[in-house]
């Protein structure tokens, strides 16, 4: 079974549309994180969720907007998509100490704006 | 304020040969906890090891190796007789209970090892 999955896993769109990545893990952990792998595989924060409570909003435009259901899922949904977008986006998920435990990724989800 | 610093952006080696990836971290918390991750080919991210700021004990295993040195502030990767399966992208990462668990990473080392 995979413990930390997503969907999809590419995704090719025009500029201007709106899209959603799925992440859900299967580890029981209380903690989903979104990180941003860039062109030269930079990776960076964006957002946390522990216990579906928002605990890290980098700075990040607000055509991102991440939703957490419950404890198990962490989507991102992506308005009006521009080319600088395109990158690989991972979830991640932790143990029941967000500030402390080790985060384990999904296989990245490489999105391209057209 | 936080930083990663890993100096090695390309690696080449031939298939046996020792390999030591360079971590150099900046942090002003006296509790922190230092990560590697390896990012094969195939791209997803694998846990590798972590370590936490008390613990200054080295670590094997297997081929691998990892040396934590708070005087250096320093983390480094070793990996001995290199195989062609190691070949990946590895980011070292920091974080701590003050930055809210978020992982700062460094560059990227991409390692080739060659047959």
């Known amino acids: 079974d995979t413990a930390v999955s997503q969907t999809p896993k590419y995704l090719v769109t025009q500029m201007g549309n709106d899209k959603s990545i799925k992440c859900e893990q299967n580890?029981?952990?209380?903690?989903m994180y979104w990180y941003k792998q860039d062109s030269k595989k930079f990776l960076k924060i964006m957002f946390s969720?522990?216990?579906?409570?928002?605990?890290i909003n980098e700075t990040v435009p607000n055509r991102f907007s991440p939703k957490s259901p419950d404890k198990a899922h962490l989507n991102l949904h992506i308005n009006s998509l521009e080319l600088g977008d395109s990158a690989v986006y991972f979830c991640?998920?932790?143990?029941?100490?967000?500030?402390?435990?080790?985060?384990?990724f999904g296989p990245g989800t490489r999105l391209t704006v057209l | 304020a936080q930083k990663v610093t890993q100096a090695q952006t390309e690696i080449s080696v031939v298939e046996k040969e020792d390999v030591t990836l360079d971590c150099v971290y900046e942090?002003?918390?006296?509790?922190?906890?230092l990560f590697w991750y390896k990012q094969p080919p195939s791209g997803e991210l694998v846990f590798l090891i972590r370590?936490?700021?008390?613990?200054?004990q080295n670590e094997i295993s297997g081929r691998y190796s990892w040396n934590f040195q708070k005087s250096t502030s320093s983390f480094n990767f070793t990996i001995t007789a290199s195989q062609v399966v190691d070949s990946a992208v590895y980011f070292c990462?920091?974080?701590?209970?003050?930055?809210?668990?978020?992982?700062?990473f460094g560059q990227g080392t991409e390692l080739s090892v060659k047959p």
């Open positions: 370590r936490n700021s008390f613990d200054e």
């Open positions: 969720y522990n216990n579906k409570e928002l605990i």
């Open positions: 580890l029981g952990h209380d903690t």
């Open positions: 990462a920091l974080s701590g209970p003050n930055q809210g668990g978020k992982l700062i």
């Open positions: 942090t002003r918390d006296t509790t922190y906890y």
């Open positions: 991640a998920s932790a143990g029941v100490r967000p500030r402390t435990d080790t985060q384990y």
